[in-house]
């Protein structure tokens, strides 16, 4: 089977099509008459899709931004097959929508060769991309449900009296095995390429030998750094502006419709040298923390993330945050200040107006009132959301895999005992690696206490 | 860590009043602004200096948003309110959407509060130790309630059922956070279950060590408060601090079908011959609520009930054996609403513990109408012929950030079919069930060698009114019935 890859796709749009545009897509809870107008569903490996306007803006110099449109896709496979099939599979819908950017194709020039052309130009490859766990395809996903599914149907329809676990465990298999339906899970999943493999075990290792490479000079340049890092902290003007109660409803209004959510929000990056690069450092980092070090289903002790991405805008001026998490964006809120306010204080602190950190991992979002207040500020709406599994968090997505694998082992009466379990409930997820667990076992609330 | 000021907090909050076993709660809407500010100068409001002896009478008091702006708090002051409590519960679709208010439950069909009914401006919560003194309370206090400018929209009586039990049979009430500081509570936290006391009255700091925002009145507009009621807020120098010793109170009236309930387990339970198995019945029940109907824990007590254990509370979840859920299933009522040590990150330890201690909410609510059959046992209740009478829990609970409190239990606790782990699961007794590609109406017993589950749950459990209200501290109600 295939990794997961995203693309994001931006372009201005015509001044006077903004609005126009907008009514067109409508909003996730009220779609408008083109919300629907590129079929994500039919190119079959589509996991998560958006389309997001960003208003005309200024930058803190006070140019203008243009707006623009944004379209994001996570996929199955390479960028360049995905390309290809949304310019021919999705092409019309494109083209309804994406004519209302400066640069698309004129309507009688259009071809799908032309699509694909205007796709790769206004390509804008992500900072940073996290995936829940990779080589984890749609179709898996989908199949691996109805599996769990039907097994569950079966066990409602003929209860258990008093077998073994090994016995219950035989017996369900025997019950997928006659299943012409269900009984290709009982071969286990082949995974990503060898040569994907290959390539990530590489990056793995260049990363590593990079780091130990220039570990001499980090460490040479640490207490300069640290000097001037805190020079631009106590500098930073953190905004106490609060969004309007108007405009928080409107972001609500889209919210906690499915299982999961989305967000979007765009920063404009602090002026100056310094943050420029330490924004880049810590993207590549992130990047590179979530290739190979937060593999496994968790995100800086975060498991509710299904994919995230960081993305570039107005050449590096800007950055937007977009992700796609389970449950209400109150309790990612919390999650964020509970468990992973270090890591995201280290990238969003480069944001203009973000609350005021200390040594970059300290206060910021630990300040709940301040990140709850500014959060709204710098979020942006998602005009159109498509998700190929509505109904499933990252966690029953695992469980379920988990549930395919344990079809093709021969068990023990423990490991029988202990698979069945999963038929109760799927809370338990696989552990992190190594690196993972040591960076969440960090008690920065200790560590900060006396930092601001 | 400051010391509470018991004596500008309403009793309610810290007391619960549960020796006193007659209680009214009166919705009144303001006809006469003045008026009703004169008539609450001469409420007795009884403050939290000393818990209620069992003949002692207590009035404490609450606003909604729109009573307030009605008395005439000025729009600076009442901008510094919390988001959820100026929208109201039925503010909007999504606030709607996330409580579960639809279908049956939907504020159309409330019989009070949302934006549907006439507006509830004031509750007027009324506390005795006997029949005869509930209703000199309200003599008191409501007679002349037009010449109070007040109306009388709907009066909520209550009736205490024995044992402390709810209508269903359990026993309720039992699981309490200690406030930080009340008392012989201790102000750190090594138990688990004390909570700082900002998370339930404003103007202390709260479980991220902040204070909660809310309204401040700036030195500059003190003409307001000329008689200087209002204290210093800790936090802001130069500004006065309206929500001190205040709480967000949350109402929401919940009929309980009690025959649906029973019927259904019963349904669950019939042996190979059609015949009721009254234990099972029991068990199955137990097992949705988490704990006896006699109030032992599940986690302590798995196979019978205990009366040694009848208000056991010293118990988590993953530190006590029980982390998938064998002994009290994942999806039970008070693991839905309180998961002690279950949740992210890393079941079990002190920084799970840590977290949940910010969605932690004060319950003091209330039975109503009479009970289906006495004594209230599995038997009597599922043989009770159904009698169409109203009776439920007149819910009623305290919190400070609505949104990461009660509003966050109801929303990604009690109706995620996702909680934990689960699939199609909602909260077995007070779910909403059927909405939208989430069905809900699933409850799963974890077990061994594998689960069972019911499926199908009908709502046992439907919304008859509800509103949010601000109760202020006793010196706040005193600058509200001074305003000009
Ligand atoms: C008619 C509706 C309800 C009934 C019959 C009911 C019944 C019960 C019972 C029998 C208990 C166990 C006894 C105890 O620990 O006090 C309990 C606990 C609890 N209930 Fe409810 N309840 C209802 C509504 C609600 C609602 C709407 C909420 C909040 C959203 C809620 C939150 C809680 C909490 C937080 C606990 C304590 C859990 C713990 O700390 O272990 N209940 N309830």
């Not at chain 1, 996991?47 to 930058?59: G, I, M, N, S, T």
């Not at chain 2, 009043?17 to 009214?24: I, M, N, T, V």
């Not at chain 2, 159904?386 to 929303?411: A, K, S, V, W, Y």
Request: charged residues 25%; proline residues 6%.
């Amino acid at each position: 089977m295939s990794h997961q890859s995203a693309l994001t796709i931006i372009d201005e749009i015509k001044p006077d099509q903004v609005e126009s545009l907008k009514t067109a897509l409508g909003t996730i809870a009220a779609p408008g008459p083109l919300h629907d107008a590129i079929a994500f569903s039919a190119l079959g490996n589509v996991h998560f899709a958006r389309l997001v306007v960003f208003d005309q803006d200024r930058d803190l110099d006070g140019n203008p931004l243009p707006p623009k449109l944004a379209l994001l896709t996570n996929f199955d496979g390479d960028v360049d097959a995905h390309i290809g099939a949304i310019a021919g599979t999705c092409g019309g819908g494109l083209d309804a929508v994406f004519s209302a950017c400066v640069h698309y194709p004129e309507q009688a020039a259009v071809s799908a060769a032309r699509r694909e052309q205007y796709l790769r130009r206004h390509r804008v490859k992500e900072k940073a991309l996290y995936v829940n766990r990779q080589g984890r395809t749609v179709s898996q996903i989908l199949r691996e449900k109805q599996l769990r599914d039907e097994i569950q149907r079966h066990l409602d329809a003929h209860p258990i009296a008093s077998q073994s676990p090994a016995e219950v465990h035989r017996a369900i298999v025997s019950f997928v095995k006659d299943r012409s339906d269900l009984d290709w899970a009982l071969e286990p999943e082949v995974g990503p390429s060898e040569l994907w493999k290959r390539n990530e075990l590489v990056h793995r290792w260049a990363g590593l030998a990079l780091a130990v490479l220039l570990a001499p000079v980090f460490l040479i340049s640490l207490p300069i750094f640290l000097l001037v890092l805190r020079y631009h902290e106590k500098r930073d003007v953190p905004d106490d502006s609060a969004a309007s109660a108007e405009s928080v409803r409107a972001f609500r209004a889209d919210e906690d419709i499915w299982v999961h959510n989305q967000i979007i929000a765009v920063g404009v990056v602090k002026p100056g040298l310094f943050r420029r690069l330490l924004t880049e450092g810590m993207l590549k980092l992130t990047d590179y923390a979530a290739r190979h070090i937060y593999n496994r289903g968790f995100l800086s002790g975060l498991n509710t993330i299904h994919f995230a991405r960081w993305v570039p805008m107005d050449d590096d001026r800007r950055l937007f945050f977009s992700s796609n998490y389970d449950g209400s964006l109150e309790s990612y809120m919390n999650d964020f200040i509970d468990k992973a306010a270090w890591g995201l204080n280290a990238i969003f602190s480069n944001g203009d107006g973000f609350p005021r950190t200390c040594f970059m991992f300290c206060g910021g979002i630990t300040d709940e009132k301040a990140y709850k207040r500014f959060l709204p500020t710098r979020q942006v709406h998602s005009r159109v959301w498509y998700s190929a599994y509505p109904d499933l968090t990252t966690k029953n997505i695992a469980n379920n895999a988990e549930i395919r694998e344990g079809l093709s082992q021969t068990m023990s009466e423990a490991q029988a005992a202990d698979w069945l379990l999963r038929l109760g409930v799927g809370n338990r997820l696989p552990a992190s690696g190594f690196v993972a667990r040591l960076l969440d076992s960090i008690r920065w609330d200790r560590i900060c206490r006396n930092c601001s | 860590m400051s010391q509470l000021q018991l004596d500008d907090i309403q009793g309610l909050i810290p007391h619960g009043y549960g020796r006193l076993g007659f209680a009214s709660f009166v919705l009144l809407a303001v006809r006469d602004a003045e008026s009703t500010k004169s008539w609450l100068k001469t409420l007795p409001i009884r403050d939290a200096g000393s818990r209620p002896s069992a003949d002692d009478s207590c009035v404490n008091i609450a606003f909604s948003y729109s009573g307030l702006a009605e008395l005439g708090l000025p729009e600076s002051l009442l901008q510094g309110f919390a988001g959820e409590f100026r929208e109201g519960m039925t503010g909007t679709e999504h606030r709607v959407r996330i409580l579960g208010d639809h279908g049956p439950n939907a504020p159309e069909h409330w019989h009070w509060g949302g934006r549907y009914r006439p507006a509830v401006h004031i509750l007027l919560l009324l506390y005795a130790g006997s029949e005869d003194s509930l209703a000199r309370l309200k003599d008191d206090h409501l007679a002349d309630s037009h010449s109070a400018g007040l109306e009388i929209l709907t009066q909520l009586d209550t009736n205490r059922l024995p044992e402390h039990k709810e209508h269903f049979g359990f026993r309720d009430g039992v699981a309490q956070p200690a406030i930080a500081g009340l008392g012989a509570n201790s102000v750190d936290d090594a138990d688990g279950n004390t909570i700082a006391a900002g998370e339930f009255l404003l103007g202390y700091p709260n479980a991220y060590g902040q204070y909660t925002a809310r309204p401040l009145l700036a030195d500059g507009d003190a003409e307001l408060d000329a008689d200087n009621l209002l204290p210093p807020a800790p936090d802001e120098t130069g500004m006065r601090d309206l929500g001190a010793n205040g709480s967000y109170l949350v109402f929401r009236q919940l009929g309980q079908n009690v025959s649906a309930f029973w019927r259904y387990i019963a349904d669950q339970s019939r042996r190979a011959d059609g015949e009721v198995d009254l234990s099972a019945c029991t068990r199955l029940a137990a097992k949705m609520v988490g704990r006896w109907p006699g109030g032992a824990p599940l986690t302590r007590s798995p196979d019978h009930d205990d009366p040694a254990l009848s208000s056991d509370n010293d118990f988590l979840y993953h530190r006590s054996g029980d982390a998938i859920g064998l002994k009290c299933p994942i999806g039970a009522h008070i693991r839905r609403t309180n998961p002690r040590d279950s949740l992210e990150p890393q079941p079990g330890s002190d920084r799970s513990i840590e977290v949940g201690k910010r969605h932690r909410i004060l319950r003091r609510g209330r039975t109503y109408g009479p009970a289906l059959s006495l004594p209230l046992t599995a038997e009597d209740l599922i043989n009770a012929e159904p009698d169409g009478r109203e009776r439920g829990l007149h819910f009623l609970c305290f919190n400070t950030h609505i949104g990461r409190q009660f509003e966050f239990i109801q929303h990604t606790w009690v109706n995620n079919p996702k909680f934990d782990g689960l699939y199609e699961d909602d909260d077995p007794i007070i779910g909403g069930r059927g909405h939208r590609d989430m069905p809900g109406g699933v409850f799963t017993v974890q077990a061994e060698p594998v689960r069972t589950r019911v499926t199908d749950l009908p709502p046992f459990v439907e919304m008859k009114g509800g509103e949010y209200f601000f109760m202020p501290g006793i010196r706040a109600v005193e600058f509200i019935a001074s305003l000009t």
